[in-house]
């Protein structure tokens, strides 16, 4: 028995897990960048950046009224609700009417309610046949060639 603890105390751990001299909280986060601040090689990330919406007011000199419509889950129901919301963009050329869809992307400050921009929206490219309905790409049976 002595022969026993004699070997274990001559065994000395050197972990500082041991005896509970690590405080616990600086285990409960690992840091992965020794480095408080943010290294140069990882690019920031800037969320909501670029937003889509449908122009609903342009009366106004150089802006226009955008709403953004998005899908979020409903607080109680978690059911996907749609949520809407308006921004102010910046117009320059006042060339986007009621109803335009168009891109904000996010500036300095232009005025009070304005840091947007509004740019206009790249047509995607689809595989619909021209003069369909649009819907499937399938021709309406009215604008088939007679036979």
């Given at each position: 028995m002595t022969s026993l603890t004699s070997s274990l105390q001559?065994?000395?751990l050197s972990s500082p897990f041991a005896h509970g001299s690590t405080p616990l909280s600086s285990l409960s986060k690992p840091n992965s960048f020794p480095n408080?601040?943010?290294p140069a090689l990882v690019p920031v990330i800037r969320a909501m950046k670029t937003m889509q919406g449908r122009v609903v007011c342009a009366t106004n000199d150089k802006t226009v009224?955008?709403?953004v419509v998005r899908l979020a889950p409903h607080p109680k129901y978690k059911r996907r609700v749609?949520?809407?919301k308006k921004y102010q963009a910046h117009d320059p050329d006042n060339q986007f009417k009621v109803g335009d869809v168009v891109r904000l992307e996010k500036s300095r400050p232009i005025s009070k309610t304005k840091s947007f921009v509004a740019l206009p929206v790249v047509a995607r490219?689809?595989?619909a046949v021209a003069g369909g309905d649009?819907?499937?790409g399938i021709p309406l049976e009215s604008q088939q060639p007679a036979a």
């Open positions: 001559a065994l000395k408080p601040r943010m009224a955008v709403e749609r949520m809407k490219k689809s595989g649009g819907l499937l």
